[in-house]
C-alpha cells in the first residue's frame, strides 16, 4: 500500500472537522452564554426597581428589608471613604433597659420623662428630641402625669421635636400606605413633630414621607382623605437645629427627587443615660423618688448647643441594620447627626447602572468579537493582544477590575454610593465567562495545552509496522542545507498557561416607642 493511500483516511478526518459542519456544541454554549447575561440583567432590574415594583402596586408591605453580609461590608466601606469625619452634634440620652417598669407603664413613663426634661433643661441642649409617640388618650385615668409631662416640656426654652406615629394601610390610598394618627396637643410653640417611620431599607435617610391626614372610610373610595408630605423626626429635628438646613442646594435636590440618602451608621454617637443626668443634676428628692443608686456620683454631662436624642433601650424598639442590633432612638441620632456633617451618599440613577452593565458586556464580548473580525492585526498590541483567543480570559477579568473602580471613583465622586448590585452582576457574568473559557479548549490555555499534549493518531496507526515508521520519518525528515551547523529540530511546545486571577422610598417600621 503507498504512502498517499495509507494517509488518506487521516485526511478525510482532518477535512471533516475544517469543514463547515456544524458546531452543535459551541452554539449550545453560546445560548447558554446568552441565557446567563439576560438573567444576570433581569437580576440588575428587578433589584434596582423593586422599591418602584412595590411602590407601584396596591399593596403596602411595611417591613424591614435585611440585607446579605456581602453587602454590609462594600456598604460601610464606601460611606467610610466618604465621610468627613465632622461629627459631634448629637448626644443620646437613653432610658436603661433595667428599667423595666417605666418602659411597660406608659403613665409612670411620662412622669419620669417630665423629671429627665426638668434636669436637662439647666444644661442648655440645641435642641431636645424625644423619640417617643405620646397618643391623644393615653392615661386618661391618670391625667396628671400627663400634665407634668406637657409643663416640663413647654418649660424648656429651646426647640423640642417630639415623635409622631402612623398607622399601615393594606392598600394604597392616593399613592399612601400611611396614615396619621392622633396625637398629644403639648400646647407649646416650641414643640414640633416627626414621622418616626423608618426606610424599610433602615440605612438609608428619611426625610418625608406621604401620608393621609384621616383614615380612608370602607367602601367610600370617592371620599378618600387627600395624602400630603411630612417631615421626618430626624429631618425636623435638623431644620430646629439649623432652620435654614433645608434651604442648602444638596438638600433641597434630595427633597425635590425625594431621594432616601444612604447615612453613614458607622458615626460613633456619645451616649449617657437618664440614670446618669439625674444623678448628676438632679436633687435628692428625685433621687428618693426614683431609688437610684448615684455611688459614684457621675461627671456632669456636656450638653451645650447639642442636640440631644432621648429613648428607650426597649426590645420593641430594636432593629437590625447591617447585620448589627441598633436601638430605634440611636439610629434616629445616626440619621440626624449624617445629615449635620454631610457624611451620606445619594441614590444612584437606574441609568447609571444599566449603562455601567452594558459596557462592561460590550467589552468583554462585543469589542473582542470587532478586533477578531476586522483587525486580526492588532493582536501583537500591548493590551489589545488579551482579546484575542488563548488569553480571553485575562481580558475578562481586568475590564471587571476596572469597570468596578472607575465606576466606584466616579461615583464617590458626585457623592453617590457606588452600584452594589450591579457589581454582582458583573462579578456573576465575569466568573461565568471564565468558567466557560475552562469548558472551551479552542480558547482555555489549559485545555488547548493538553489538546496539544495527545499523540499523533498518524504515528501510532502505524506504529506496529517498522517500515512504514521508517518510510514515514525519512519523507518528512528535513533536507540537509549547507552553512551553519544544524540546530536540532524540536517540536513545537504549548505556551505555559498563566494562572486565572481569582417616590422611589418604601416605608418600613417605626422607630420608636409609645410614651
Same mark, same amino acid.
Given at each position: ?247 442648602? #442646594? +444638596?438638600?433641597?435636590? $434630595? ?5 432616601? /440618602?444612604?447615612? !453613614? %451608621? =458607622?458615626?460613633?454617637?456619645?451616649? *449617657? ?13 428625685? #433621687? +428618693?423618688?426614683?431609688? $437610684? ?5 457621675? /461627671?456632669?454631662? !456636656? %450638653? =451645650?448647643?447639642?442636640?440631644?436624642? *432621648? ?13 448589627? #442590633? ?190
Amino acid at each position: 500500500m503507498s504512502l498517499s493511500s495509507r494517509l488518506a483516511p487521516n485526511h478525510t478526518v482532518r477535512r471533516s472537522h475544517s469543514s463547515g459542519a456544524p458546531d452543535h456544541g459551541g452554539r449550545g454554549r453560546r445560548i447558554l452564554l446568552g441565557l446567563v447575561y439576560l438573567t444576570a440583567l433581569s437580576l440588575l432590574i428587578v433589584w434596582e426597581y423593586r422599591e418602584r415594583l412595590e411602590v407601584l402596586s396596591s399593596d403596602c408591605e411595611l417591613r424591614d428589608q435585611v440585607k446579605s453580609s456581602l453587602y454590609n461590608r462594600p456598604y460601610e466601606r464606601f460611606l467610610d471613604w466618604a465621610s468627613s469625619g465632622a461629627v459631634g452634634h448629637v448626644v443620646t440620652l437613653a432610658i436603661p433597659s433595667d428599667l423595666e417598669e417605666i418602659q411597660k407603664n406608659l403613665c409612670l413613663g411620662r412622669e419620669y420623662m417630665a423629671d429627665v426634661l426638668g434636669a436637662l433643661a439647666p444644661q442648655n441642649p440645641s435642641v431636645v428630641v424625644i423619640d417617643k409617640f405620646y397618643s391623644a388618650g393615653t392615661c386618661a385615668s391618670a391625667p396628671a402625669s400627663t400634665e407634668d409631662l406637657i409643663r416640663a416640656v413647654g418649660a424648656l426654652k429651646v426647640p423640642v421635636v417630639i415623635g409622631e406615629s402612623t398607622k399601615g394601610l393594606e392598600q394604597q390610598v392616593a399613592s399612601s400606605c400611611l396614615v396619621q394618627t392622633s396625637q398629644l396637643d403639648f400646647r407649646a410653640t416650641n414643640v414640633s413633630h416627626g414621622l418616626t417611620r423608618v426606610n424599610s431599607e433602615p440605612e438609608r435617610l428619611p426625610l418625608r414621607w406621604l401620608v393621609l391626614s384621616s383614615a380612608p372610610e370602607q367602601g367610600s373610595p370617592s371620599s378618600s382623605p387627600e395624602a400630603g408630605f411630612a417631615d421626618s423626626l430626624s429631618f425636623a429635628a435638623v431644620k430646629a437645629y439649623d432652620p435654614a438646613f433645608a434651604a442648602k #442646594r +444638596k438638600i433641597r435636590e $434630595l427633597v425635590v427627587r425625594d431621594d432616601h /440618602a444612604y447615612a !453613614n %451608621l =458607622a458615626v460613633e454617637i456619645p451616649r *449617657i443615660t437618664t440614670t446618669q443626668l439625674l444623678c448628676a443634676v438632679g436633687d435628692e428628692s428625685i #433621687r +428618693k423618688k426614683w431609688s $437610684l443608686s448615684c455611688s459614684p456620683q457621675p /461627671a456632669l454631662p !456636656n %450638653l =451645650a448647643g447639642r442636640v440631644v436624642v *432621648i429613648g428607650s433601650e426597649s426590645s420593641a424598639d430594636e432593629k437590625l441594620v447591617l447585620g448589627k #442590633r441598633i436601638w430605634g432612638f440611636e439610629l434616629q441620632a445616626r440619621y440626624i447627626e449624617t445629615l449635620l456633617s454631610g457624611d451620606y451618599l445619594g441614590f444612584l440613577p437606574i441609568w447609571w447602572g444599566l449603562v455601567v452593565f452594558a459596557l462592561f458586556v460590550f467589552l468583554i464580548e462585543g469589542l473582542p468579537t470587532i478586533l477578531i473580525a476586522r483587525r486580526p492585526r492588532w493582536k501583537k498590541l500591548p493590551l489589545v493582544r488579551y482579546a484575542y483567543p488563548h488569553r480571553r480570559y485575562l481580558w475578562v477579568v481586568f475590564w471587571a477590575i476596572a469597570i468596578i473602580a472607575v465606576s466606584a471613583v466616579l461615583a464617590l465622586a458626585l457623592r453617590y454610593l457606588p452600584p452594589l448590585l450591579v457589581y454582582g452582576d458583573i462579578l456573576l457574568v465575569a466568573v461565568t465567562r471564565l468558567l466557560f473559557f475552562l469548558a472551551e479548549s479552542a480558547e482555555d490555555p489549559f485545555l488547548h495545552a493538553h489538546s496539544h499534549r495527545k499523540v499523533n493518531p498518524m504515528s501510532t496507526s502505524h506504529s506496529h509496522d517498522p517500515k512504514t515508521a521508517a518510510s514515514t520519518d525519512s519523507a518528512h525528515s528535513p533536507k540537509e542545507v549547507q552553512g551553519p551547523p544544524p540546530v536540532a529540530f524540536v517540536p513545537d511546545q504549548p505556551a505555559e498557561p498563566e494562572p486565572v486571577p481569582t417616590s422611589n422610598n418604601q416605608p418600613g417600621t417605626e422607630a420608636a416607642t409609645e410614651g
